[in-house]
């Protein structure tokens, strides 16, 4: 490394009129210069700068780097420095060439990245809790399906846990969502054990007049108040990684539902300062944040050139939110887990949102989405080896929320979106709100992570919280999509599931109301062949789900004609029976149709992947859980039920709490859970 440096200054001397090295011993004392300050000045500075820093989100950090090349200059006769731009210049040019080069030499992988991850982490925590009751860690796999990750193992872009399967340790399971296949209706289930009442990702509620966003935090928030009996699968000194829902975890962190609680134990907000202070995550950040926008752009542009179909446009803002969920959010949690391990924590459970945000984009298995899904598998297997130097036993379950089916969009097939499809049929003058938008995770938990950096009480979440005004929040009111106004039709949308309501008509609309409202809207919807069936209930027949050749009488299980629901799957009735007797069921449910021979759905928002509804690979994701736990007696269907299977898999290992709990399950009814909500 000091050879290279040397070499790497006499060579920038030679391409730049700003710098200037006298000769190959000044350039070696010059290198040994750079190296001694790096060691010993920039802990100090990096200190003292530290809000700079992640108010720049590193980039104050480069400007301190070209300064201190500057002094080295100062200290040093054989070498000059024209200025700081010269200095940054230098800077970076010799941490992009040792980067470079010690890639190359296999060198800066994982022991580089040990010693500057690991080890730093163990000092961290200082005195953990050392136990022989094995902790049990959930690693989720946001979007991943089972039949797409058994095709990722068998052709190398899931090595590590390949190697699990095949070595015995590990079995995989494949399980079933509900019908609102997506996050946050998933994890409440995983996490709390009840997703009851959850139509979508996102849905209006008459009786709030205003709509619910999963993934907005105070929504999230009240999600969680809903849905905890406070003691979730993370209850007993459980830690919280990257969710959206908590589990009832002590500690969280980029969790969406706890980031704007200020009442929480610990430091908030000092895991992103203590990522930040370190010069090497803030270099390695910024050039892997640099490959990862470059590679966004160009697969965006070889997809255009090929003509690959089906895609989106995809530019240069969503590379910068790509590379927030691929490089700096899965960095930050991978630190928060291991930090976690060397704690002592018992239990854990943190979402890697990176595999998921690239198969929205470009495709669930395009060559970009199995490259960051090989990057993924990669974390989970430094985190299990950092493991190994925990102060006791951990087995690791890794598990998806749910997949993604893949598709045209509603729009590009058809040239018209839901919304405005609902609103032709409707034949009026009304107000919407839309259904095209995208889900935007990745910019979602972008701003809580700021919110939640800038809501601690130290001197850099003071300052972060000055310059944004307060602390940067997402819009949660929800009622600005409306203008304040409550809309006369509600169009909403999750992946492939479409939500039609009528906010202004108290209670749900029935299928005479409707029909004599708009007599031309729910012909429209069951004639089109994007749609599959919509869900409505009838004040003669019951509920219905209404397709273009027959009717599925859910009350009374009986079909007339062709069942709209047979391509869904077995459990597609169970799934349409339970959403409708939610009390915040849309007045019409929709969902798009699923193509069979193609494998492919028809999102209604703007998305090649997507999820939220059936059809396809969406509703199955996995659970790869170690080979000594007993697997489940029968199907796993729905996130309650694998909710109850992880429960009992902490109880096999020793953690007395959940063994008690399951004496207690009796007192958690959902007739019990039902009245605590209301």
């Not at 009840?194 to 993934?215: C, G, H, L, S, Y």
């Not at 895609?311 to 291991?338: C, K, P």
């Amino acid at each position: 490394m000091w050879l290279l440096t040397a070499v790497t200054l006499l060579v920038l001397s030679a391409l730049l009129s700003g710098v200037e090295v006298k000769d190959f011993g000044a350039a070696l004392g010059s290198a040994l210069l750079i190296g001694l300050l790096n060691a010993l000045l920039w802990p100090l500075v990096i200190r003292i700068a530290l809000p700079l820093t992640v108010l720049t989100l590193g980039l104050g950090a480069i400007l301190l780097n070209g300064a201190m090349i500057l002094l080295v200059a100062a200290i040093d006769p054989g070498l000059k420095i024209s200025g700081l731009f010269a200095g940054v210049v230098v800077a970076l040019s010799v941490t992009v060439v040792n980067t470079g080069v010690t890639s190359l030499l296999a060198i800066d992988d994982d022991p580089f990245w040990y010693r500057n991850v690991v080890r730093r982490q163990a000092r961290r925590v200082g005195e953990a809790t050392a136990s022989d009751v094995p902790g049990l860690f959930f690693l989720e796999i946001d979007g991943l399906a089972h039949d797409v990750l058994l095709r990722a193992m068998r052709d190398g872009n899931a090595p590590n846990m390949a190697r699990w399967v095949r070595g015995d340790t590990h079995q995989l399971l494949s399980w079933e969502t509900d019908w609102s296949s997506q996050t946050g209706a998933c994890q409440a289930g995983l996490l709390h054990g009840d997703n009851d009442d959850m139509p979508a990702f996102r849905w209006w509620e008459k009786d709030r007049d205003a709509p619910i966003v999963t993934n907005h935090p105070r929504d999230a928030m009240e999600i969680e108040r809903r849905h905890s009996n406070g003691r979730g699968l993370l209850f007993d000194g459980g830690a919280s990684r990257a969710n959206i829902v908590s589990g009832d975890a002590p500690h969280s962190l980029l969790t969406m539902s706890t980031v704007l609680r200020r009442d929480r134990p610990g430091r908030i907000g000092q895991d992103y300062f203590a990522y930040f202070a370190s010069p090497y995550n803030v270099l390695r950040t910024l050039l892997l944040v640099g490959r990862e926008v470059v590679s966004e752009l160009v697969s965006a542009a070889q997809q255009r050139r090929r003509d690959v179909q089906p895609r989106i446009h995809r530019g240069f803002t969503y590379a910068l939110l790509r590379a927030w969920a691929t490089v700096i959010q899965r960095d930050l949690q991978v630190e928060a887990i291991i930090a976690d391990l060397y704690a002592g924590l018992p239990v854990a459970y943190t979402t890697f949102l990176a595999y998921d945000e690239v198969a929205h984009h470009s495709g669930i298995e395009r060559p970009e989405t199995l490259a960051t899904l090989r990057q993924v598998d990669r974390q989970i297997g430094r985190i299990a080896a950092a493991a190994e130097h925990a102060p006791r036993p951990y087995k690791f379950v890794v598990l998806s929320d749910h997949g993604q089916s893949q598709g045209a969009t509603f729009r590009d097939r058809y040239g018209v979106s839901l919304e405005e499809l609902v609103l032709q049929a409707s034949s009026g003058p009304v107000e919407s709100i839309g259904a095209g938008e995208r889900p935007d995770e990745a910019l979602a938990f972008l701003g809580a992570s700021v919110a939640e950096a800038s809501a601690g009480d130290s001197r850099m979440s003071k300052t972060l919280r000055f310059a944004t005004g307060g602390g940067a929040e997402p819009d949660d009111d929800g009622k600005s999509q409306a203008n304040g106004r409550v809309p006369e039709i509600s169009v909403m949308a999750s992946g492939c599931l479409g939500l039609v309501s009528f906010p202004r008509r108290p209670g749900r609309v029935t299928l005479e109301h409707v029909e004599a409202l708009y007599p031309s809207l729910i012909p429209t919807l069951i004639s089109h062949p994007g749609i599959g069936f919509v869900l409505v209930r009838s004040g003669i027949h019951g509920s219905l789900a209404i397709g273009p050749g027959g009717v599925h009488h859910l009350d009374a299980d009986r079909v007339e004609g062709r069942d709209p629901l047979a391509p869904f799957g077995p459990n597609a009735a169970r799934h349409v029976r339970r959403t409708n007797r939610f009390p915040h069921c849309a007045d019409i449910m929709v969902n798009s149709t699923y193509w069979e021979d193609t494998d492919e759905v028809a999102a209604f928002e703007e998305l090649v992947g997507s999820h939220g509804g059936m059809g396809g690979s969406q509703s199955f994701p996995f659970l790869l859980h170690p080979a000594e736990l007993e697997p489940p007696d029968e199907p796993l269907v729905g996130a309650e039920a694998v909710h109850r299977q992880l429960r009992s898999w902490l109880a096999e290992l020793g953690h007395e709490r959940y063994r008690e709990m399951a004496h207690e399950a009796d007192e958690l009814t959902p007739a019990a859970m039902g009245a605590r909500r209301r």
